[in-house]
């Protein structure tokens, strides 16, 4: 596995910002204190940083792909003030009955991800709020679950 990188596959409502029901005005940006030493010992360890997210707001016509990119450049800009970058944002714009495989739990994002960035899966880690999604992707691939914040 020379050369492949290790990645932090985080999800981002409810993991990284507050979950305000279909989350994209940049007036509902709060990120969870707690999450940012978590990334960051990860990042100060070179893992690479990539947010995986199901926005099927944008399938269901409640805002915009540009909404969510302003949305995500925010979030992004805000964590890098606490030396934390994010790599780049992976999100499944699909309802959940299209079948789509990068729909999270389905893990078409991570395999993406993993192609054009050269990463390890094994030896990176999921970060999510909810054990049946963000938890259920992390064992389809074998890898590291850390649950924050969630309920189920």
């Known amino acids: 596995m020379a050369g492949k990188r290790k990645a932090v596959f985080v ?13 994209h005005k940049l007036s509902d940006l709060k990120i969870y204190d707690d999450i940012i030493p978590i990334l960051k010992e990860y990042y100060d360890q ?8 199901n926005q099927s707001g944008i399938g269901r016509e409640y805002y915009t792909v ?10 992004a800009e805000e964590l890098m003030k606490y030396g934390v970058k994010i ?3 992976f ?4 309802l959940p009955d299209q079948g789509c495989k990068c729909r999270k739990p389905g893990t078409g994002m991570i ?10 899966i094994k ?8 054990t ?4 259920t992707m992390a064992r389809k691939l074998g890898i590291k679950f850390i649950k924050v914040h969630g309920y189920d």
Request: glycine share 6%.
């Open 11 to 23: 999800d981002r409502d409810g993991t990284l910002n507050y979950d305000t029901g279909y989350t």
């Open 66 to 75: 540009e909404d969510m990119e302003a949305f995500n450049n925010k979030l």
């Open 111 to 120: 395999e993406e991800a993993a192609k054009k960035y050269n990463i390890d």
């Open 123 to 130: 030896n990176s880690v999921v970060i999510g709020d909810r």
């Open 87 to 89: 790599e780049e944002f």
């Open 132 to 135: 049946s999604v963000d938890g």
């Open 91 to 94: 999100y499944c714009p699909h």
């Open 46 to 53: 070179n893992y690479i940083i990539i947010v995986v997210t």
